[in-house]
């Protein structure tokens, strides 16, 4: 009913043709399989949530170059006079910010006795005071905020309660609940900080670290001449806010420079650049890919056309239906596509396979080989039908005009 | 006879142009592809040192414990930069490191600018090829005894003095007062390959001041700064005698023996730490390479780079497969043609060459197009991605490799079409006519 027979007959006839377009079939599956599993790959790790409000929160340096200024009460009034500009809903000193690609990150120790004292992941470290939690936005889902009175200022030592992420969480107490547990900045016993919150959702600065989820805040606001600020205002006040928190602060003390304001969403943009640059890339070369193909399939059946007119003419003398030419050449195309399909599939694995040992790039996905073969056979269906319905309306008696 | 067959080709293209036309789409695109990534591959592993790669050595110290880091860290800790310092082997050397100052000028209503600044030797200008406008880099002797002096590059001279020589002047740092001893050119190596450990592709700094000063002036770090140990650092004193890593370190040998010989400086450096208790490691060792290897041991290249390149060389390859299948295809149609030149006495040699002239003619053409595309492509992704400048121009040696890439690809493809044209018999086309 097919007449796969008498197809394989004419494709043994003459092998170059057919070869060549079972090489491109081969090809074109393997590219567009490993590319387009590295796009959705990438597409899923810039679509990670930070956990924070990132179209309202921004932040900005502030970099006191003047030795007499009092660093600590400077920065109580500053933090203050943002608090009160309009728009401004939250502000906070920082040590980091989410998705920036630069800040601190360390290591804890946990357990209930020296002996059973591991290191813990590593996570981002925030210092911040209480109104670190709403100026980021992020959710508090167990255990409490600091109180005022909890906040000390000086150095990272000096921190003895914290708020963790849920990630860091279940990676250093597993189902235990973490709120009361103490964990420890120096070795077993030194320098410990009690958890007394856990936060839903904070990513840290890396975003191709394999502990981006892991966060913890502690209860300091760090004083040095070189500090980052966290300011949440309501869309769109940022470019306002720009020129009147530097004349604010600078109506406080001229010697600071104040610079750098993004969101964190603008943070986002470019610490994903990457990434996104590179599914770009792909994916023009996966439309591109296919388009070539299909034309130079269409190309293919446009001159295997005029080379059987009169083989077609015969046939259509014979009896042989419109739709029997034209289901001719779909069959012909659809043995060269699965074939090559298959074949393709297989090389798409071990291509896959080369890229994962040689790069860090994670296993192919079956499905990925399978779907480009269904997406193929779509689409070289169009490319074959458009010139096969030419060849149908060739009149039988052109095959006898020639002979 | 090399006019005729152009003129033979161009009279067939013009026959086919849709056939055609898919032929040079095909080939170009894929050079487009293959040359925007090739471009960017190019740009990001090109090795900015040139001759002097050879001679200047990165050095690295596993000064680290026994269950820390399990590979050379790409930086040193003050204290053995101050010690490397004193070995006499190298001509050149430098410790430095990038730190963040205000500056300000004489003119008070100047508002102050926070630029990054690198923190380096006397050394440094020479080793790295500075080029200088005005002046040049301070005495020597300031590494050792440290003056408040700076060098600036030329965008900042034109900045701060529109463009005069401003060698002598005061610039002010932090409030501190600083003379302008050198203004060097327009110089910016691409990568940065001295210190590629905050990314290789950036500009260098527009200010650099001496290595000597960071213990009394304790310039921050705006680099990276890696601890293994866990130990108190909450004043500047405590980070100069730290396990941490933070500063750079190059030095600059003039010959294969004297790097040996300054390897050997550095082993016995790191015995005669190990007797006074650090480097505890088991592993503990120094390490010197010179620019090339620095590039690679730093993976200056991204993976997703050599991936592309990798990928676009099989989209190329797919190209000339579709190119191969419509050259058959255009060719065999003309059988009966080339029986009938055959039968009048074109040899078959004749008879290749023409068909490859007209197949060099499609590359060539493709190439050129390829080349926009590739143009086109860059543009475009600096445009939207907001890239550096240096890694999205089309590099100059493209407009040579684009049309050879394609030529030379359209021949390979070009081969058999034409041997199976000039190899049929002239007699079975010539019967059909």
């Known amino acids: 009913m097919l007449q796969i027979k008498p197809i394989l007959s004419t494709l043994m006839r003459n092998k170059s043709g057919p070869i060549l377009l079972l090489i491109q079939i081969i090809l074109s599956v393997a590219i567009v399989a490993n590319a387009s599993f590295i796009i959705s790959e990438r597409i899923a790790l810039m679509d990670r949530d930070s956990g924070t ?34 728009g401004v809903m939250d502000a906070s000193a920082t040590s980091m910010v989410p998705l920036s690609g630069g800040g601190w990150s360390s290591g804890y120790t946990v357990g209930n006795t020296e002996e059973t004292a591991k290191d813990t992941e590593s996570a981002a470290v925030y210092y911040g005071d209480e109104h670190m939690l709403n100026t980021l936005g992020v959710d508090l889902i167990e255990g409490r905020n600091f109180y005022e009175e909890e906040v000390l200022t000086g150095s990272p030592d000096l921190a003895t309660h914290g708020i963790v992420s849920k990630a860091f969480a279940k990676a250093s107490w597993g189902d235990e609940p973490a709120i009361g547990q103490i964990m420890y900045a ?81 943070h986002r943009k470019r610490v994903y650049r990457n990434h996104e640059l590179m599914a770009t890339v792909l994916s023009m070369m996966v439309v591109l890919l296919l388009l070539i193909t299909s034309l130079g399939l269409a190309g293919m059946v446009m001159f295997n056309i005029e080379r059987r007119t009169k083989q077609i003419g015969t046939r259509r003398a014979l009896g042989a239906k419109k739709r029997d030419i034209i289901s001719f050449f779909l069959v012909e195309n659809y043995i060269i596509c699965l074939v090559g399909g298959v074949i393709g599939g297989l090389v798409a694995v071990q291509l896959g396979q080369q890229l994962m040992s040689v790069y860090s790039l994670p296993k192919l996905e079956p499905i990925y080989p399978i779907m480009t073969i269904m997406g193929l056979l779509l689409l070289t269906t169009v490319a074959v039908i458009l010139p096969a319905r030419k060849a149908a309306k060739i009149s039988p008696a052109i095959a006898t005009r020639s002979v | 006879m090399f006019f005729y067959y152009l003129d033979l080709a161009w009279r067939s293209i013009k026959k086919t142009p849709l056939l055609s036309l898919l032929m040079v789409l095909a080939i170009s695109i894929g050079i487009g592809i293959t040359i925007t990534t ?32 399990k590979e050379f860290n790409g930086q040193v800790t003050y204290q053995d930069a101050y010690n490397l310092r004193k070995s006499d082997v190298p001509v050149r050397q ?50 050792t005894e440290a003056m408040y002096q700076v060098v600036i590059n030329e965008d900042l001279n034109k900045q701060l003095f529109s463009g005069e020589n401003s060698i002598g002047k005061t610039l002010y740092l932090d409030r501190k007062p600083y003379q302008i001893v050198g203004v060097t050119k327009a110089w910016s190596p691409s990568p940065l390959y001295y210190d590629v450990t905050t990314g290789a592709f950036k500009d260098s700094a527009k200010l650099f001041v001496p290595f000597s000063l960071a213990p009394i002036e304790e310039y921050q770090s705006w680099g990276n700064n890696q601890s293994w140990k866990r130990e108190p650092i909450n004043n500047y004193s405590q980070r100069l005698s730290s396990e941490m890593h933070w500063i750079q370190y190059w030095v600059e ?84 043609e080339v029986g009938v030149r055959r039968a009048i006495g074109a040899s078959r040699a004749q008879i290749f060459s023409q068909h490859m002239v007209e197949v060099g003619l499609i590359g060539f053409g493709g190439g050129l197009l390829g080349l926009l595309w590739a143009w086109g492509s860059l543009s475009m992704l600096s445009a939207h991605f907001d890239l550096e400048a240096a890694l999205t121009q089309l590099d100059l040696t493209m407009w040579i490799v684009a049309p050879s890439i394609a030529i030379f690809a359209a021949l390979i493809a070009g081969v058999y079409p034409a041997w199976r044209i000039c190899s049929t018999n002239p007699s079975a086309h010539l019967k059909s006519q």
């Open chain 1, 53 to 86: 409000a990132e179209e309202e929160v921004f932040n900005f340096r502030l970099y006191s170059f003047d030795s007499s200024i009092e660093l600590e009460s400077q920065l109580q009034r500053d933090i203050r006079t943002i608090r009160d500009l309009p």
């Open chain 1, 186 to 266: 120096g070795d077993f016993g030194d320098k410990p900080i009690q958890i007394i919150g856990v936060v839903d959702k904070l990513q840290g600065a890396w975003v191709n670290s394999s502990y981006l989820d892991n966060s913890v805040i502690l209860n300091i606001n760090l004083v040095n001449v070189f500090t980052k600020v966290l300011v949440r205002a309501e869309v769109g006040t940022l470019a306002q806010l720009k020129e009147a928190i530097p004349a604010a602060l600078h109506k406080d003390n001229r010697n600071r420079v104040i610079e750098g304001f993004t969101l964190i969403s603008e």
């Open chain 2, 38 to 69: 090739l471009n960017v591959y190019q740009l990001m592993s090109e090795n900015p040192a040139g001759d002097r790669s050879d001679k200047l050595h990165g050095v690295q110290l596993w000064s680290q414990g026994k269950d820390a880091w």
């Open chain 2, 94 to 143: 430098t410790a430095m490191f990038v730190t963040g100052l205000a500056l300000q000028t004489e003119d008070p209503d100047f508002s102050p600018l926070l630029e990054s600044v690198r923190v380096t030797d006397s050394d440094f200008f020479e080793m790295f090829s500075v080029p200088f406008l005005y002046g040049k880099a301070w005495d020597k002797g300031v590494d």
């Open chain 2, 253 to 336: 040998v003039q010959d294969d023996k004297q790097r040996d010989e300054y390897a050997e400086w550095l082993t016995r450096y790191v015995e005669q730490q190990q007797l006074i208790g650090r480097f505890e490691s088991p592993e503990a060792a120094a390490k010197v390479s010179n620019v090339e290897q620095w590039l690679k041991i730093n993976e200056v290249v991204p993976e997703d780079n050599k991936i592309l390149v990798g990928l676009s060389v099989l989209f190329l390859l797919v190209c000339l497969v579709n190119m191969l299948g419509l050259l058959l295809a255009k060719f065999l149609k003309r059988a009966p």
